[in-house]
């Protein structure tokens, strides 16, 4: 029996009813109550559209260790295009596989995949369509990241209006802790594997060829990919659009301004606007200010933004490989007993380090781009929030949504994390997440924020099925990765859970009602992401959906066969064209 045939099998569930919506609606999965349930792949088995039900579940196109034609799915590659090695010396085969594009690119349909992974990676797979829409992979190679460093952390991502991938690179390096450095041992581990893209062992170092290996201005920044019709995916490095810890960037339909999430703890929201619409090589870069109106729920505010100045890839880029260093950018002095700064001197808690920092003369272009976050917040933008995490536009309604994992630590009233900022957010911790709306002028500028919707904290009794969820199990964990269902007043929502919910699952939210509907379920210690909605490719829609790590961010003891801890790229479809 096919992989394909054996997941609808299992989502299938003996035809439970369907959930009540306004003009689409699914077959609801089940919460994983027992062992089987939560190692399975389960998906709805069907969805109804405007009256008429459609047969589907979730179709895998791929999985990590994967030989298609030439290429090896989520081998991870150095400059040479080698495969790096493991601690154990064993070929690095990434089990991260996050975010998932399908592009048309002439007469063939390809889909792009990364890996968040140190270095990251990227594949290009070229993919056959059955009559009935189905999709099936025929051939994977990786992107050349060469001209760049390499690719660092890929996060999640978007489509942009002209059929690119526009990727991410997350948890960029805090480049004064490297520059201070005296050992190794003053520098956060997380960045060492990256060197294997340089053919430098990471066990076997030395300071000075770490720093000498390892960059950190070339890293956390949108990355667009361009797909040509025989499958070169082209890759192009963003550095105007600003260094943060880049979940993604979303482009509005106006081609110019894209708003980009910075997923970590004390971070911002930012905006670019570019010069020429369709070309992010070049704009204003703004940060927002959070002008709290409300500590209902997860909270309310105006939004602000305050200008970071304007710059263009090709001269951050030649600052970077120019050799720019943090101390090259700015003056730094301790903080005062009262929490304030010496004269000329502005207070910054990004990150959550609170700095005192005066920039250089010339160098304001060098710190809005290179130390974004830290500069956003010398400014007088907030750089508070908790684990910003996905984006979605809803063209009905002209707004954003936006996804934040956990309110908590510098969203909290007073937290110690608000030690050299303004104390903008000021929330009652909710470790479940929320998802915010943001409302939109008519030049897609965003002016106010509200929630949507937050999960709930739960306490469930021991001996219960639902014991170990501190979320409840009906509601959202740690809200991650967005989409929206135009025409259909539907979003879809995805998790990124550890005891929020043991199983990560991705919901479809009715907006009329509010009424959430589980539309799959994955296994132990996965993560969902890349759910990403396209409602008509070559005459079908398509959910996106990648299984994660399984087995890998929990429960690891659960795990009976090696092979069952690759991730899964697939999609939930085919549906019927959904674009009129």
Known sequence: MSLRKTLLLATALGGLPLAAAAEISFAPVPFAADDAAKRAVLASSSVTVDGKEYPIGYTVLERSGDKLGEGVFGALIDREGNVVKSADGSEHISVDADFNSLLKVGDK???????????????????????????????????????????????????????????????????????????????????????????????????????????????????????????????????????????????????????????????GLFMFVADTAGDLSAGQLYAAKWVQTSDESAGAADLEWVDLGHADDASVQALIEGGVGFHDIFEVADLNADGGCAEGFAPSNAEGNAECLMVKPGMEMAASRLETRRYASMMGATTEFRKMEGIAYNADANVVYLAMSEVAKGMEDGAKQDKGGANDIRLAKNSCGAVYELSLGDDFRATAARTLVAGTPTEYPEGSEYAGNTCDIDGIANPDNLTYITGQNTLIIGEDTGTGHQNDVIWAMNLDSGDLTRIFSTPYGSETTSPYWYPNLDGHGYLVAVIQHPYGESDEDKLADPADARAYVGYIGPFPAMDK
């Open 109 to 267: 349909i390809f889909s792009v995949t990364h890996f968040e992974s140190r270095p990251g990676a990227m594949y290009v797979t070229e993919l056959e369509r059955a009559e009935d829409g189905t999709l099936s992979a025929v051939s994977t190679k990786p992107v050349d990241f060469s001209a760049y460093g390499g690719l660092w952390v890929p996060c999640a991502g978007s489509v942009t209006p002209w059929n690119t991938h526009l990727g991410s690179e997350e948890y960029p390096s805090n480049a004064r802790e490297i520059a201070d450095a005296e050992s190794l041992e003053d520098v956060d581990d997380y960045a060492f594997p990256m060197v294997r893209y340089e053919g430098l062992d990471p066990a076997n170092m030395t300071l000075a060829q770490f720093r000498a290996a390892y960059k950190p201005y070339r890293y956390g920044y949108p990355t667009e990919i361009t797909v040509s019709e025989d499958g070169t995916g082209t890759p192009a490095k963003h550095f105007a659009m600003g260094r943060v810890a880049v979940e993604l960037a979303k482009v509005m339909p106006d081609q110019k301004t894209v708003y980009i999430s910075d997923d970590g703890t004390n971070v």
